[in-house]
């Protein structure tokens, strides 16, 4: 088999935050997979082929990659971001336990901007502290999972980033994590959405715990929770690299 | 003032992981600032200044960094991985807070691949579910914060990167951190030692909490800790997408 798989990172949008490692590997593939609007950024051309696929299919796209590279072809899965943070790279391991005949495949991850590192940087600095990220879906956890863990980065008084907070079906549960943060943290903590960054339709807003409403995220923001010592300069907001 | 400021991530070692971002940034600037073997990464041309300073003079550089962006200076100042953590962008902000006369510069931050990301890039995906990612150094923080969140994260169930895991004038720490987690975490736990990632020297391993020593870890390391579901398949290691 000389074929391989590459779970490849495209950044969080602009092609200016493209590694040049994964730009390689997009001009070495034959086919190319992933979520409809992640595959709608790479350039078509002869020899390789295109297979958009529909969001929360995942692990049909991965058993296909496997597939695909079994059969010689040199397959890149691309996410948005950073493969290796709630994307794409654990989805072709999970693929690849259920798969055994295909242990032996060719795969590598190689990472990219992952969205709380490009909209922290937007911001300024509100991660430069100790700090954690949490996936706010419940799609394969339990809500109460997800409470419990910022419950416990408020009290260790970590920054937080939040993705995927807030879906259409479940528009009450960024509700509940906004409780939770106001049970442990004061009123002027401040949050940052950072909406579809290095996009055309960026936004970024900055505000505190008191101001904050659940209509501020949707499922194209990133949410950054400062810690107690998270605060403004000018335009910018970050976090000291001491603690108390 | 037509100077600026740019807090760059050059990625962990590399070069086909700094984003063309980053080398754009560069090709405009006029000084660059930095730690020696970062500032030794960039290509000296006519018209730029190298300006190559030691460790733990992080405030200094900043400083430096200001004042030549206030005299018209196109001014980068370089960190390794993602200058958003652990790194200068939260430098940067400190020291215009002591120098608000400085406050109208025009100041960016540009993300790059941080060392976790890389690194669990490599292994696999162990960072493929919630996770936290903590600095060891008790340079800037009591050693008692850092034990407080690797228990609690322990306690959350969480996926950790350790940066600084280890230094020289304090190699019991990293010892006391292991301590830690084994008060919380059964001995199967996996943990990832991923040194110099990128680089001509780098090394990776992964083992078990039992079979995890100090000495495992040095300065050049960054330390990834699984969750409770972390688990090896093949040559790789992964966190998968759900949690209990």
């Known amino acids: 088999m000389s074929g391989w798989v590459i779970v490849a990172g495209l950044g969080p949008g602009s092609e200016s935050l493209v590694t040049p490692e994964v730009t390689e590997a997009l001009a070495q593939a034959t086919d190319v997979v992933g979520y409809i609007p992640y595959v709608a950024r790479v350039a078509p051309r002869p020899g390789l082929t295109l297979h958009p696929s529909d969001n929360r299919v995942e692990m049909d796209r991965a058993q296909h990659a496997l597939r695909m590279a079994a059969e010689g072809k040199r397959v890149v899965v691309v996410s948005s971001g950073d493969p290796g943070v709630f ?3 654990s989805a072709i391991f999970e ?3 259920a798969a055994p005949q295909f242990l032996d495949l060719d795969i590598r991850i190689l990472p990219g901007i992952t969205a ?3 909209a922290a940087a937007r911001a300024g600095a509100p991660l430069g502290h100790d700090f954690c990220a949490i996936n706010l879906s419940d799609n394969l956890k339990p809500f109460a999972t997800v409470e419990k863990r ?3 980065a408020a009290q260790g008084d970590f920054a937080m980033a ?3 907070p807030r879906s259409a079906s479940r528009p009450h ?3 509940r994590v906004l409780e939770v943060l106001r049970a442990h943290c004061d009123p002027g903590r401040l949050i940052t959405f950072a909406r579809a960054v290095s996009t055309a339709d ?3 807003r900055t505000v505190t715990l008191a101001e904050a409403t659940p209509d501020m995220a949707d499922m194209r923001t990133v949410v950054i929770v400062g810690n107690s010592q998270t605060r403004r300069i000018g335009p910018h907001v970050y976090t000291p690299r001491s603690a108390l």
């Open 116 to 118: 709380m590192l490009a």
């Open 162 to 164: 939040f993705y995927n």
């Open 202 to 204: 960026e936004a970024i």
């Open 87 to 89: 994307a794409m790279a």
């Open 173 to 175: 549960q960024f509700t």
């Open 150 to 152: 910022v419950a416990l």
């Open 95 to 97: 693929a690849l336990e």
